[in-house]
């Protein structure tokens, strides 16, 4: 007789792994989404349906990861090549606006659905990069002194 349970485990693993790896993205989907819609609505930004506001938050995030592949070595880069902390700061934070705004324009450039204006695009760009300055101590820390 064949053991099966050896293959329901493993089978049971993957399932798992791959329902926590859709638990983690779609939350961290869900807080772009949340935020930039609660934005949208500060900024008073018109956007025609959610699906085209889910699609804007989507592709924001995907360009956005593709952009920070390129712009977060840079920032390293820079950043070791000082040793003041704060300009340090100033160059991750600078760079990630950059980042921001490149990302927010070509959304802007690609979806009718949603259109930002130069205010709006600006106030998420800073927005976006300070909060993820702050949530990621590991990029811009010198020293453990945290």
Do not use: C
Request: glycine share 8%; charged share 10%; no cysteine.
């Amino acid at each position: 007789m064949v053991d099966h349970s050896k293959h329901f485990k493993r089978v049971g693993l993957w399932v798992g792994m791959g329902l926590f790896v859709i638990i983690i993205l779609s939350s961290v989907i869900g807080v772009y989404f949340l935020t930039m819609a609660g934005t949208f609505e500060l900024l008073g930004v018109q956007y025609h349906s959610v699906w085209g506001l889910i699609g804007f938050v989507a592709g924001y995030f995907l360009i956005g990861f593709i952009f920070d592949l390129f712009f977060n070595p840079l920032a390293a880069i820079l950043s070791a090549s000082t040793d003041s902390r704060s300009f340090s700061s100033f160059i991750t934070i600078g760079l990630d606006i950059f980042s921001n705004i490149l990302s927010l324009s070509v959304m802007n450039l690609v979806m009718s659905s949603v259109a930002l204006t130069e205010v709006a695009l600006l106030t998420l760009a800073v927005a976006i990069a300070l909060i993820e300055f702050l949530l990621d101590k590991d990029r811009h820390a010198k020293s453990s002194s945290y």
